[in-house]
Nanobody
Framework: QVQLVESGGGLVQAGDSLRLSCAAS????????MGWFRQAPGKEREFVAA????????RYADSVKGRFTISRDNAKNTVYLQMNSLKPEDTAVYYC?????????????????WGQGTQVTVSS
């Protein structure tokens, strides 16, 4: 089973950019479809973005479409989330997740392995 460690979170101002990274170890990374989710205080964890095994297919939540970009480097066993034009409502703990399937999923239950999360705080 793969293990996941996120990094890159922090405190930024509205309009700024951040890039989150998720490093995978263990089983072969390319076998996994990857996703990013987030959880704001008092809210349920929600889907942000997903990427296929070879990076050729991506999907986004409507709330981040056009601002966030998910990508992966299979040679480095890493998936990224580039976040531009950040808004205060993007404040949350961001989690990456791995899915042992060739098909993308937008649901929490579709993922087999989770990282510990990284905090992103956007001030107005």
């Amino acid at each position: 089973q793969v293990q996941l460690v996120e990094s890159g979170g922090g405190l930024v101002q509205a309009g700024d950019s951040l890039r989150l990274s998720c490093a995978a170890s263990g089983r072969t990374f390319i076998w996994y479809t990857m996703g990013w989710f987030r959880q704001a205080p008092g809210k349920e964890r929600e889907f942000v973005a997903a990427i296929s095994r070879n990076g050729g297919t991506t999907r986004y939540a409507d709330s981040v479409k056009g601002r966030f970009t998910i990508s992966r480097d299979n040679a480095k066993n890493t998936v990224y989330l580039q976040m531009n034009s950040l808004k205060p409502e993007d404040t949350a703990v961001y989690y990456c997740a791995a899915r042992d399937s060739p098909y993308l999923s937008f649901e929490l239950k579709g993922y087999d392995v989770w990282g510990q999360g990284t905090q992103v705080t956007v001030s107005s």
